[in-house]
């Protein structure tokens, strides 16, 4: 672990606080993604690849349901700026027939096909709540798609729950529980657990996609939403919100699940689920076995050249604006470049700098989400050496968090630390085959 990180020097100058170039080019910095253009571009160059595959950002969807609404959304000429009710609207009513019909096969007694149908609903509601609701008719959306998916995720063979752990650490105004998926397989010893915190756009109804494949290995999985999305009850735009989230939810683990094993847990963030994934690190390192951090940011994610840009990159949407409205800023992407790096920089509030616990930190070196220079700030101190307990891992010539060699890298190493009975090869070869959706009915 921890190839294809350059060198020391420049290591130190990827990773300079102020820097106005980066590792992905000034002509790559500046060029247009073809899938901005329009949403028929961004489904024949981003978009109906994945959905074919039942693959991000379309788990349990299959393409047979999206093939019409994307014709639909065509036939419109939709794009950028979208009007996101407009937008929302076109997935409704294939959804609403897919639930239907899930609905006469559960009352059939047709379990299997009810569960598969529910699910391939949810995954038309997601994308029309996708990247974030911030319309009215989106909101309706990421509230029907949790319906549907927890009607579905009832179903399984081994269910996975909506539960609502307490949160005593609450401020006044936050709420004071924490919505979260789970999944605990049977066994008569107390059981490893990974917590997997969702991204961006990805929330605990799509993210849920990993607990059955890790279950077959005796695995119990938490999912959870990070500040400023989904269901998460921590106040967006407090930098100490996650913190007191993780000592709730830790608190709960040790007391109130008795068939987990609380000294043996691993946190696993995905894309800015990453930036949460690597604070937990450093602020509850004695309650982690390990972190993992794929494709997470920590510093230069808030630069102002960086969110004056990333519009146009890589992201399928609106990324900066996104990212505001998930840091508590609403529309005001001012405001947001503003002040984003003083509230939330994990390297001048030192959180970098304080114990963690065992560390891997994951991503692609031509992210254009959040820039690969925040993994070298991550991994390496001011004077150039690589933190304490840190591991690393820059898959060369990948985009945002290296995919899909990424994913063989972090379970590698978590079986490593969780020595578990299945071979490694086994274990990959199991979670991996299990994650892309393949509709029968």
Known sequence: MGDCIPDTNDVSAAGDRDI?????????????????????QLWETKWKGPCAMGVYPFMFGS????????????????????????????????????????RQAEQNGEKEKACELYLR???????????????????????????????????????????????????????????????????????????????LDGYRTELSAWQTPLSRFSIATLVLEIPGTGDSPSLPSDPLSPDRLMSSLFSYISTALPTVNSSNIIIWGFSTGGYYSLRAAHTHPSHLLGSVSLGGGCHHMFDETWLRNVNHLEY??????????????????????????????????????????????VNGDLDEIFPV???????????????????????EGRKHMGEPESFGVILEWI???????????????????GLPFKPKY
């Open 121 to 199: 609903s949810s995954a038309l509601y997601r994308i029309a709540r996708f990247p974030a609701p911030r319309s009215p008719k989106q909101h309706e959306a990421w509230n029907l798609g949790k319906q549907v998916f927890y009607k579905g995720a009832s179903l399984l063979p081994i269910p996975i729950l909506p539960i609502s752990i307490p949160h005593p650490n609450h401020l006044p105004s936050e709420p004071p529980l924490i919505p979260a998926s789970l999944l605990l397989p049977p066994s008569p010893h107390p059981l490893p657990l990974l917590i997997i915190l969702t991204g």
């Open 373 to 395: 220079e925040d993994l070298y700030l991550a991994v390496r101190d001011k004077n150039g050496n690589v933190r304490k307990n840190t591991e690393f891992k820059v898959v």
């Open 63 to 102: 393409i047979t349901d999206f093939q019409p609404v994307v014709d639909a959304i065509i036939a419109k000429g939709l794009k950028e700026p979208y009007n996101w009710d407009e937008y929302a609207s076109m997935f409704f009513p294939q959804a609403f027939k897919l639930a239907f019909t899930a």
């Open 316 to 361: 399928p949407f609106d990324l900066a604006h996104t990212l505001a409205h998930k840091f508590g800023y609403e529309d005001n992407l001012d405001q947001f470049i503003k002040e984003g790096k003083s509230k939330f920089s994990l390297l001048d509030s030192g959180i970098l700098d304080q114990e963690s616990c065992k560390t891997l930190v």
């Open 20 to 40: 106005e170039t980066y590792h992905i080019s000034s002509s790559a910095l500046h060029a247009r993604a073809a899938h901005h253009e329009s949403f028929q």
């Open 415 to 433: 079986h490593g630390l969780w020595g578990l009975e299945a071979g490694v090869d086994e274990f990959k070869k199991g979670v991996l085959e």
